[in-house]
Nanobody
């Protein structure tokens, strides 16, 4: 599967934005899909994940209650809805997918076999 991330750009604190991760070559039906982010001079950070069924979602504490990960009915696009954005959300966001990952590894970026290009989200105060 190939992943194409889109969305992002500039936002002010408190704004909302939505990132999209589109699949090509396959659907996401058999994949766990996650969003990670990396801010300048910081390590990659888990943001959110959605399981193969699309019925279970997982979030980092830093975004819980503000971000929502979802998947469309066609199972070809995963979204990350970001509400109440904060300057500390500024980062390059990228999506990743895995067919074989287990729940205990969802937050580990190295466990995902497929990764899309990043998209920059900049939040000003």
């Amino acid at each position: 599967v190939q992943l194409q991330a889109s969305g992002g750009g500039w936002a002010q604190a408190g704004d909302s934005d939505t990132l999209s991760c589109a699949a090509s070559g396959s659907t996401f039906a058999s994949y766990v899909v996650a969003w990670f982010r990396q801010a300048p001079e910081k390590e990659r950070e888990f943001v959110a994940a959605i399981d193969r069924s699309g019925g279970n979602t997982y979030y980092a504490d830093s975004v819980k209650g503000r971000f929502t990960i979802s998947r469309d009915r066609s199972k070809t696009t995963v979204y990350l809805r970001m509400n109440s954005l904060k300057p500390e959300d500024t980062a390059v966001y990228y999506c990743a997918a895995s067919r074989s990952i287990i729940v205990s590894s969802y937050r580990n970026p190295d466990m995902y076999a497929y990764r899309g290009q990043g998209t920059l989200v900049t939040v000003s105060s």
